[in-house]
């Protein structure tokens, strides 16, 4: 059995054609190093050769490896699921691993996300944000007992928090959110998503719980609906309309 | 300046063993969790397809149909007894990540949904079964987040962002804890425990080609093979089929399971000359090998003639967005492909290490042909080595594996913990992770750790990949040998105690080279095919010779030793592998 794939070899063939040719980009990166320089924070720019369809951790990488040893940041899987390598790109929060080179040639700034201590180069303090996320109580909450098998659960009730379960805890939600940079207090849109995720499961007891928990001055109300943490989420995750539909809990006093 | 502290238990790596391991252990002793990741980034999140267990959910199925799905697809080098174990032990440890709040797919009537893997089978080889348990195909980040959530619940202590470099002995051959650098400060701190368990992961980023985290660097394996412990069955490491072209990110065999298939330059689905029976769902290694001769005899695809198509175009619109979201932007994202519409060009990628730290089916560290214990160290998921995976590991059971062990390590330690007391420290226990960091520190001019780790990965790629000969395998040895000499006179610009990354990116690569000299060596050794470690001038498996565990240790020149251990069967007779 033969499929005819002469067409669509054609079309996925040309998508990669500018993949043989390396093309130059700039890197802009801000950096800080207390042991180096003290508090003051500077810019150091690097030109590499790069694939265009390398990522910009691969870029960073090349950086690092290459030109200066001491440029520090956070990475593990460069494919978007760990959650590591939250940056700021051009005053966007974005993976490294996510972002391609040709998209951000010839030229890219790149920064440490926003609110959160930082500590060396685009390394943050990611300690306040998982407080906030210990803080929602995320972990399932039933103590009626366990089956002998699974607790059943209809596909449409899985449906109902399938994509707060996306989320990979990278930060770049929260650290997009202009209240999260003014009021340390607020635990954040991706705590937020953490509470969602339990609150609207079948199998979870412990809603009340969590809708208290974010009813209180540092939850949800703080949410001004500006949406960067949705444009930010690099799951896709819609993560306004997840704070919404926990506002509407509460609201509506269903605890 | 070192720190000391004093626990009953501690646990290396926060990926899904060491979470599963730091459950049961938490609630018994005192343990402290070490790794040098924040737990949700362990490479465990990055599994995609299923988890295996014969729920019976959706078709018939039996765990010892599992079982020998298991046994067969490693191609008989894995111990019967453990594989059968491993398969029994699945149906409750799915049940309780159920219970824990993973949300699994589901089937209308609410039970979890099972969907078909590589190598699964219905009655020992009839036709494929559905057997994999999955959330969408993010099923290994589900786990991770469940059993980090747990560990939330329970308060377990986690030194984040830690490196443990060394293992600890006491003079009687007792695990006396670990040495660990803290990247934040530079510091060393010492752990004293009764008991360690490695959970260190894979070390997949040896080869060029990989779907393996960049900190995938077998450290685990290396702390414990430079003290002695052998590393078992480190010829066999998994390649899978269907990495992303050039970058080797994992698409994942669901795919395959949900109805994709692969053709060749002409448009051909090859495999089903290699397997009439299953086809694309052939066992790992059989599909990767198909692939390497295709491209071999000139009907690779791509510009280079060096990939396969990925076909998923007939599939349904709400099978790709429902149950391949994930991997559906991979090829997006990576490729710039759209795979409704278009071909998504794959090739093999490094993938997982069958071999690795030798344990029985409690977790324990084992030595020598006799499988004898050493009191105290423990190490569970990909780093360890039961074996159940044998020669090839089938689709889903890594997962199952980090559950299960993860799990009876972690209680069997407990119980240890329990009566053990605390063994004496060895004098100056930070000196030799010291002495070598110090060493690397001074050094103002030398070798650039980058440019040795690229020619170990491209040159394990030309020569210890998918196709292994003598010669080849022997002129890896003689590169690994130059490799370590410049390794030896490694330097790091980054001089600073602070988050010093570079520092690490150098020990790391010496762990690679810990990895690969035992896999190279046992390689040479083994003049058969079996499983994933196919050599071109033996290609035909050796049971007479060759039915039996490799262990590799390293001698005080750095030589590797070899010798073997009996595989354990009783179960099922060694039979042709046919699919």
């Known amino acids: 059995m033969a499929t005819d794939v002469g067409d669509v070899l054609e079309t996925s063939e040309q998508r990669r054609a500018g993949a043989t040719g390396k093309i130059s980009l700039t890197l802009r990166i801000r950096r800080y190093n207390p042991e180096v320089r003290g508090e003051e924070s500077w810019w150091d720019e690097f030109t590499i050769q790069a694939d265009p369809n390398d990522r910009l951790l691969d870029a960073l990488h090349q950086v690092k490896w290459y030109h200066d040893g001491t440029l520090a940041l956070r990475r593990s899987c460069a494919h978007g699921i760990c959650g590591s390598d939250a940056v700021m790109v051009n005053g966007r929060n974005r993976l490294a691993c996510k972002v391609l080179v040709r998209e951000i040639a010839p030229k890219v700034t790149v920064e440490p996300i926003r609110g959160l201590p930082v500590l060396k180069d685009l390394i943050v303090d990611m300690e306040p944000f998982f407080a906030g996320y210990r803080s929602v109580l995320p972990y399932l909450i039933n103590d009626e007992g366990e089956p002998d098998g699974e607790r059943l659960q209809s596909p449409e009730e899985r449906h109902r928090y399938d994509d707060t379960t996306k989320c990979i805890l990278c930060a770049c939600c929260t650290t997009s959110c202009p209240i999260f940079w003014g009021d340390e207090g607020y635990v954040g849109p991706a705590a937020i998503v953490q509470a969602h995720r339990f609150i609207f499961d079948s199998r979870d007891r412990g809603a009340r719980e969590r809708l208290q928990i974010l009813a209180d001055k540092t939850g949800v109300f703080r949410c001004r609906t500006t949406f960067n943490c949705t444009d930010a989420c690099p799951r896709g995750i819609e993560v306004t309309r997840a704070i919404q539909e926990v506002k509407r809990e509460i609201l509506f006093d269903r605890f | ?579």
Not at chain 2, 147 to 159: G, N, P
Not at chain 2, 320 to 347: H, N, S
Not at chain 2, 484 to 497: A, F, H, I, N, P
């Open chain 2, 1 to 579: 300046m070192t720190t000391f502290h004093t626990y009953d238990a501690v646990i290396v790596g926060a990926g899904g063993a060491g979470l599963r391991a730091a459950i049961e252990a938490a609630d018994a002793v005192r343990t402290a969790v070490i790794s040098k990741l924040y737990p949700t980034r362990s490479h465990t999140g990055t599994a995609q397809g299923g988890v295996c267990a014969a729920l019976g959910n959706v078709e018939e199925d039996y765990p010892e149909w599992h079982a020998f799905d298991t046994v067969k697809g490693g191609d008989y080098l894995v111990d019967q007894p453990e594989a059968l174990l491993m398969c029994e032990e699945a149906i409750d440890a799915i049940y309780e990540l159920e219970h824990w709040g993973l949300p699994f797919n589901r089937t209308p009537d609410g039970r979890i949904d099972q969907r078909r893997f590589g190598g699964h089978t219905r009655n020992h080889g009839e036709a494929p079964v559905k057997r994999a348990c999955y959330a969408a195909d993010r099923t290994g980040h589900m786990i991770l987040q469940t059993l980090y959530q747990q560990c939330v619940k329970r308060d377990v202590r986690f030194f984040n962002e830690f490196y443990v470099l060394d293992q600890l002995m006491s003079d009687d051959g007792r695990c006396a804890g670990v040495v660990a650098y803290e990247l934040a400060t530079g510091e060393l701190h010492v752990f004293r425990a009764k008991a360690v368990l490695y959970a260190t992961g894979g070390s997949g980023r040896m080869f060029k080609v990989t779907s393996n985290a960049h900190t995938l660097t077998g450290d685990g394996q290396a702390i414990l093979y430079r003290r002695g412990i052998p590393m078992q069955d480190m010829e066999f490491f998994q390649f899978h089929p269907t990495g992303v072209y050039k970058m080797g990110i994992l698409l994942s065999e669901a795919v395959r399971g949900e109805g994709g298939i692969l053709l060749n330059a002409e448009g051909e689905r090859f495999m089903e000359r290699y397997a009439p029976t299953v086809k694309d769902l052939a066992p790992r290694d059989m599909v990767s090998r198909a692939i390497y001769q295709e491209i071999k005899e000139g009907r690779g695809a791509g510009p280079n003639k060096d990939a396969v198509w990925l076909d998923v175009r007939h599939l349904p619109r709400e099978v790709i967005e429902e149950k391949l979201p994930d991997v559906t932007e991979f090829a997006r994202v990576y490729l710039g492909v759209e795979p409704t519409r278009e071909l998504v060009p794959i090739q093999p990628t490094a993938h997982y290490a069958m071999g690795g730290i030798p344990t029985d089916a409690d977790g324990r560290v084992v030595t020598g042909p006799e499988a004898t214990p050493v009191p105290g160290l423990y190490a569970a998921g990909e780093c360890a080595c039961v074996s159940v995976h044998g020669a090839n590991r089938l689709g889903t059971n890594s997962l199952l594996d980090i559950v299960v062990f993860g799990r009876r390590g972690g209680r069997h330690l407990a119980g240890f913990c329990r009566e053990a007391d605390l063994p004496p420290l060895p004098e100056r226990p930070e000196g030799s992770v010291r002495d070598m960091l110090d060493a690397m520190l001074a050094r103002e001019r030398g070798a650039n750790a980058a440019d040795i780790r690229t020619d170990l990965q491209e040159h394990m790629f030309d020569l210890a990949f998918v196709v292994r000969t003598d010669e080849g395998l022997r002129k890896m040895q003689e590169i690994l040998g130059g490799l370590r000499e410049r390794y030896d006179e490694v330097v790091v610009q980054d001089k600073g105690s602070r988050y010093n990354t570079e520092l690490m990116e150098a020990v790391e690569l010496g762990f690679l080279l810990d990895n690969a000299e035992p896999l190279v060596a046992a390689a040479l050794a083994r003049t058969e095919s079996r499983g994933a470690h196919w050599r071109d001038d033996y290609p035909q498996r050796d049971d007479a010779n060759w039915l039996k565990h490799s262990l590799a240790y390293r001698q005080p020149d750095g030589s590797v030793r070899l010798e073997y251990k009996p595989v354990k069967l009783g179960i099922y007779e060694p039979a042709e592998r046919k699919y």
